[in-house]
């Protein structure tokens, strides 16, 4: 996984242990430059350490649902790199009552809110890259096993992680032309800040671990290698697809 010279954008990075953050782990120890965002001041605190460990100079504010922020992040980019090699994806939000609640019981305007956030941005990321890899490259989002799947608590969720694997296959068609990859990892359960909202989130963890071969729950670091993969020329070949890095839990749940 060599990807020395290549510059990529991280995107939903919150803390130490998300899953961002073990992705871009990978990415910089295997060359990469790396451009961050955090989400608010709030969240600032709890990235710029990672950012400063990562040795990145670019790190930003970036909330999808404010405008303009997504595209200020791109025009830096653009201004003081010129290029991009690729984008890794891993934001997802919807409203706690729509989240805890059943999926018929989901308000119009927190599904629509959730899949503005955590599918649309990833098309809105996509239109902002293209000018910037003019020598092609790879576009990454972070999905889940409840996208194909009814898994219990991940409610509205699921058909919103369901409609960004489809939009990794259109714009995997849309871009081919641009030798721009694109690809959805559905990662294994994991312990992040973002995932303790769901409710029973460490039963859910259990389940996992026992319907997994190994019984095995996947690590940051380990689904960071598949990513590094995906960012390097060894991924070129495989676009519109989504690569399961969950220690196999998709074939035995």
């Not at 993969?229 to 070949?237: D, N, Q, Y």
Request: net charge negative.
């Amino acid at each position: 996984m060599d990807l020395a010279g290549k510059r990529g954008l991280v995107v939903g990075i919150a803390n130490e242990h998300s899953i961002a953050t073990g992705c871009a782990t990978v990415f910089r120890a295997a060359g990469a430059e790396l451009a961050l965002t955090y989400l608010n001041d709030k969240a600032e605190p709890f990235v710029c350490p990672v950012a400063q460990t990562l040795g990145s100079r670019i790190v930003l504010p970036c909330d999808v649902r404010i405008p303009g922020q997504l595209e200020a992040v791109f025009e830096r980019i653009a201004k003081d790199w010129g290029r991009l090699d690729f984008v890794l994806h891993s934001i997802a939000f919807a409203p706690a009552g729509d989240l805890h609640a059943s999926l018929a019981d989901c308000s119009a305007e927190g599904f629509a809110l959730a899949m503005d956030v955590s599918c649309h941005s990833f098309i809105r990321m996509a239109r902002l890259a293209l000018p910037l890899m003019t020598d092609g490259g790879s576009l990454m989002t972070v999905s889940f096993y409840g996208a194909e799947r009814a898994v219990e608590h991940y409610n509205v969720m699921g058909p919103v992680k369901a409609a960004l694997e489809s939009s990794v296959r259109y714009l995997a068609a849309d871009l081919a032309a641009h030798r721009i990859h694109v690809h959805a990892i559905s990662a294994g359960a994991v312990k992040t800040r973002a995932a303790t909202g769901i409710d029973h989130f460490d039963a859910l963890l259990d389940d996992v671990r026992a319907h997994t071969p190994a019984q095995h729950l996947v690590t940051i670091e380990e689904i960071g290698r598949i990513a590094a993969v995906l960012a390097s020329e060894a991924g070129m070949t495989l676009t519109g697809s989504t690569i399961y890095a969950d220690a196999g839990f998709h074939v035995m749940a």
